[in-house]
């Protein structure tokens, strides 16, 4: 990365080119699915280091800034060379690649590598940070603070974001970057105008008027869907004049300042996590606060306390080590960027004497705190006088406490403790460790009889600070300009391994195991039938381990159970075993005309294959025209062999009653009568039902011209009504007898689990999840339904034993955490 821009270039030139397919990447069909070890794509070699492109790209960079070093006569600017790569003119001029890639590809790549460089700076510099400041009001009065969202405002934004230059490495702009973020977010002690919120001069002196190191609290927050925040508080104590020592410590913290920030989606190769929001928050101190001020961070993150500590001691470990166990641990480029503001730290023979004294206090602090942890406190008692917000972001919401004062609840020794290891000196600045959830998110007792340790100040604070963080959250769901991706994160390491774009922040290793296990489960999801489970496991009850590794319902799940187009394929003698047999049937002239050992290309003869070798030996006449299949499908749904029909109805008949049952005593919860005697159907038979209706219609991935694409369908097609089935017999799409399933077995029918797809249209390939209910893969959002049944009856003290006890009769375990599956269902059903 010291010539950054000529790298990103070629990076995004060979994402442009076709036949440079990495591994696991989605663009590979099964058909040119390689081999993925060894010596892999040769193509790649000419995007390396040492490849003949990116030399070529290296000479036509130091010409543009030899020509733009000319027209100027000065040394060149960034904007300068930047205008000249950017059209075609000078590669028209060198054609470094004629016949190979295009000027106008050069020059729109060019553009497309300046913008990404932008934005990962952009992103590097805090885009979109936002702040809140209290005023001097609320620093007399006894409410609690509850900033709302309108009150924050964006510190960060595009007029004052860095700019890198693309003469430049990576390292002198990511230097260059730090200093222009401690100028901007830096705060100050100059007096300011008179305004309603508090000044940086104001803000400084009442989070010093303890005389001990600014209290910071640091934590960060991550949703389902992959937003992670995080946010840092600058907390103040509650100073009365009536204080005779440190009262202060057993009252909520004050907080002056909140600056809050979401991180992307995607980091490098790696998603973002709440450890890197943790740490980034170290960062965002240290930029707050001036460089010669001692800080006490308060933050629930021991990996990013570990951190910050092995950074400040990285002297006592090897260099392998600090690169591979210790930056690589949480994220490369974050623990670059906070080993560079580590380094900046005063020394001691510079520090002044009042920010020593401020530290050594802060030390002693700690320790007595450290020391008071290890004796038994009174439990605490909340403050009913003064009325809490649950939440920052509504300002008339009421206080939602999980604290109860009616029952004791025990001592919790593992949560509410403090001790000598819990805290970091690291001679100017201190790292507290808190456990998180001490309190309620309206600073109220979590668990009755506990007190916070090590005191109700530092527990509030990170309190504070967990609330903020889920602020965040809210707030920058309103912003229209949020990056998700961060391409080069800046402070990455000078030679670094790239992947489809972004650099690999953990090391090449993972990354490399990660995308091979991406196209190993690629190549199982493009297997049409033995890759449906993969396919649709989020939408699938039934867990991966739960079907085995060699047990009779894996083998029927990956649909490599016995049936006759099976036995074929695992002994392929007996293809010209059927082959004899169905020629000893013809006459003698045509046994004549006929080969007496099948041919060699019958697979590609349609005659032979569908109609003689691959027929269902159980309802098909072989060499006749519009035989059935004998796979697997054929005989579960819709071959008319007696057996096979009295065993699925028999399977059918057992799943209906089970149903039945469990609607019958919802009518008994809901109308007090059982089903049959009620005119009306139950709630939770008609969410079950609306819920099956639109689980066939999400979107899932399928199997299209050897690629996996996502699809939907706009219509049902294999959950049908009883008037649809009627019509589709009277069209002769379905045969009569389907008609019949559906009035004998109502229950099951409108829940999917017989299904009303024409075998000629059934296809596993866009199979969903409601057309291979037979094969056991009961649907998960109807199982979510009904656990949510069970856990409504539970808390209002229903008799759910007796619904469980239903529900294992219709084979899914609900009780344990540990059993939501539907194992049950799926072995008798098979």
């Not at 869907?225 to 005779?244: C, M, N, Q, R, Y």
């Not at 960062?283 to 961070?297: K, Q, R, S």
């Not at 024409?758 to 009904?786: C, H, M, S, W």
Request: net charge neutral.
């Amino acid at each position: 990365l010291r010539q950054e821009f000529v790298s990103r270039l070629t990076d995004e030139l060979m994402l442009q080119d076709k036949y440079a397919n990495a591994i696991g990447s989605p663009r590979i069909s099964r058909a040119t699915l390689g081999a993925s070890i060894g010596e892999g794509n040769e193509h790649f070699k000419k995007f390396s280091l040492f490849g003949r492109i990116y030399l070529l790209l290296l000479i036509i960079f130091e010409e543009a800034t030899s020509m733009a070093e000319t027209a100027s006569g000065a040394p060149p600017t960034s904007n300068d060379v930047e205008a000249i790569l950017s059209r075609p003119a000078i590669y028209d001029r060198i054609k470094a690649f004629p016949g190979e890639i295009s000027s106008l590809k050069l020059a729109s790549s060019a553009r497309t590598s300046i913008k990404k460089m932008k934005g990962d700076y952009k992103v590097g510099s805090f885009f979109n940070l936002c702040e809140w400041r209290c005023s001097e009001n609320s620093m007399t009065n006894d409410c609690i603070q509850t900033p709302a969202s309108d009150e924050y405002r964006i510190l960060v934004n595009n007029d004052n974001v860095f700019q890198p230059s693309i003469l430049q490495s990576m390292e002198n702009n990511s230097v260059a970057m730090c200093e222009h973020l401690r100028n901007m977010l830096s705060l100050t002690n100059e007096p300011a105008e008179d305004c309603p919120l508090m000044s940086d001069e104001m803000l400084l002196e009442y989070a010093t008027q303890h005389d001990l190191p600014i209290f910071i609290s640091i934590d960060g927050s991550k949703s389902e869907d992959g937003v992670a925040t995080v946010s840092i508080s600058i907390v103040a104590p509650d100073i009365k004049e009536t204080d005779l020592n440190t009262e202060w410590q057993d009252r909520r913290a004050k907080v002056l300042l909140i600056r809050s920030w979401r991180l992307p989606r995607q980091w490098g190769t790696g998603a973002t996590c709440i450890n890197m929001a943790e740490t980034c928050g170290l960062l965002l101190g240290e930029y707050t606060v001036p460089a010669n001020m001692p800080i006490i961070y308060i933050t629930d993150s021991n990996n990013a306390r570990t951190l910050q500590r092995n950074l400040k001691n990285s002297i006592t470990f090897t260099h392998r080590k600090l690169i591979r166990t210790v930056k690589q641990g949480i994220d490369y480029s974050i623990a670059s960027h906070l080993e560079h503001l580590t380094s900046k730290w005063p020394a001691a023979d510079i520090q002044t004497a009042h920010a020593k004294a401020m530290y050594q206090r802060g030390e002693a602090v700690c320790k007595f705190w450290a020391e008071q942890g290890n004796i038994t406190a009174k439990p605490s008692i909340d403050d009913k006088s003064v009325h809490s917000l649950t939440s920052w972001d509504d300002r008339s919401s009421s206080s939602n406490s999980e604290s109860s004062n009616d029952q004791i609840a025990p001592v919790d020794t593992k949560r509410y403790r403090f001790g000598p290891s819990m805290y970091d000196l690291l001679e100017h600045k201190i790292v507290i460790k808190v456990f998180s959830h001490q309190l309620n998110p309206d600073f109220t007792t979590k668990s009755f009889g506990n007190t916070p340790r090590p005191n109700i100040f530092v527990v509030s604070g990170n309190q504070i600070a967990d609330n903020a963080a889920e602020q965040a959250r809210k707030i920058s769901d309103t912003f229209t300009d949020n990056i998700d991706c961060l391409h080069y994160p800046p402070f990455s390491a000078t030679w670094s391994f790239a992947f489809e774009g972004s650099l690999a922040n953990k090391g090449a290793t993972k990354v490399m195991q990660t995308k091979m296990d991406d196209e190993l489960l690629m190549r199982q999801r493009l297997r049409v039938k033995q890759g449906l489970f993969n396919r649709l496991q989020p939408f699938i009850g039934t867990r991966t381990e739960q079907i085995g590794d060699e047990s009779l319902l894996r083998n029927i799940v990956k649909l490599t159970a016995p049936c006759w187009t099976r036995c074929i394929y695992r002994y392929p003698p007996l293809a010209n075993q059927t082959w004899k047999f169905w020629r000893s049937q013809q006459s003698q002239s045509d046994q004549v005309e006929l080969s007496k050992d099948i041919p060699k290309n019958w697979r590609k003869i349609a005659k032979i294959s569908d109609n003689i070798i691959k027929a269902c030996p159980f309802c098909s006449t072989l060499g006749r025209d519009g035989s059935k299949s004998g796979n697997l499908e054929h005989l579960h749904l819709y071959c008319q062999q007696s057996y096979l029909r009295r065993i699925r109805e028999h399977c059918n008949r057992k799943l209906e009653e089970a149903l039945a049952n469990v609607y019958d005593f919802a009518a008994m919860q809901q109308y007090n009568c059982p089903l049959q005697m009620t005119s009306r159907t139950t709630t939770l038979q008609e969410i079950m039902e609306v819920i099956a209706r639109e689980t066939e219609l999400h979107e899932r991935p399928v199997v299209r011209s050897a690629k996996l694409v996502n699809d939907t369908r706009t219509v049902n097609k294999a959950l049908l009504s009883n008037y649809e089935v009627k019509c589709a017999v009277l069209l002769h799409t379905l045969p009569p007898a389907r008609a019949t399933d559906y009035t004998e077995y109502p229950f099951a029918s409108r829940l999917g689990f017989i299904h009303f797809i024409p075998e000629a249209d059934f296809d596993f390939a866009t199979a969903t999840i409601t057309d291979v209910g037979f094969l056991g893969l009961f649907p998960k959002p109807v199982l979510r339904e009904l656990q949510r049944y069970a856990r409504e009856l539970k808390n209002l003290n229903q008799d759910v034993d007796t619904f469980d006890m239903l529900l294992e009769k219709l084979g899914i375990y609900l009780g344990h955490p540990n059993h939501p599956s539907a194992s049950t269902i799926a072995t008798s059903k098979a």
